[in-house]
C-alpha cells in the first residue's frame, strides 16, 4: 500500500487553468495505472484521466478529452494533472489513485474499483 498526496487545488477564475499534482510518499510503488477522479457533494465519483505507469496509455473522460492532460514523472513518483479553460462545473475535490494493473482499455481505467489506493483529494473551486 502507497501514500498519495495530491496539491494544487484551490480557486481559480472561469477560463483559468490549475496544475495538480499526486506524489507517492510512503510504501512500495508499483503502480500500474494512475488516475484522477472527482467527487461533487453528492453525487459518485467521476472518472477524470488515468495514465499507465509504464507505457504511458493515457484515457479521458469523453466530456473532459481535450482541456485536461494527464501526465506522470517516474523519476518522481508523481503524477499530474492539467487543467485548462476550466468552467464552474468542474468545481469538485480532486483524488488521485493508484492500481497495482496496467489498465490498457478506457472502460476499466475509468472503473473505481480497479484502484487501490487514493488519496485524501483537494478541492478545486471555479468561480468569479
Known amino acids: 500500500q502507497v501514500q498519495l498526496k495530491e496539491s494544487g487545488g484551490g480557486l481559480v477564475q472561469p477560463g483559468g487553468s490549475l496544475i495538480l499534482s499526486c506524489l507517492v510518499s510512503?510504501?512500495?510503488?508499483?503502480?500500474?495505472?494512475m488516475a484522477w477522479f472527482r467527487q461533487t457533494s453528492g453525487k459518485e465519483r467521476e472518472f477524470v484521466a488515468a495514465?499507465?505507469?509504464?507505457?504511458?496509455?493515457?484515457h479521458y473522460s469523453d466530456s473532459l478529452k481535450g482541456r485536461f492532460t494527464i501526465s506522470r514523472d517516474k523519476t518522481k513518483n508523481a503524477t499530474y494533472l492539467q487543467m485548462s479553460s476550466l468552467k464552474p462545473e468542474d468545481t469538485a475535490v480532486y483524488y488521485c489513485?493508484?492500481?497495482?494493473?496496467?489498465?490498457?482499455?478506457?472502460?476499466?481505467?475509468?472503473?473505481?474499483?480497479?484502484?487501490?489506493?487514493w488519496g485524501q483529494g483537494t478541492q478545486v473551486t471555479v468561480s468569479s
Open positions: 495514465i499507465t505507469w509504464n507505457g504511458g496509455t493515457a
Open positions: 489513485a493508484a492500481g497495482p494493473v496496467a489498465l490498457l482499455h478506457q472502460t476499466y481505467a475509468a472503473t473505481s474499483t480497479r484502484y487501490r489506493d
Open positions: 510512503e510504501g512500495t510503488f508499483s503502480a500500474g495505472t
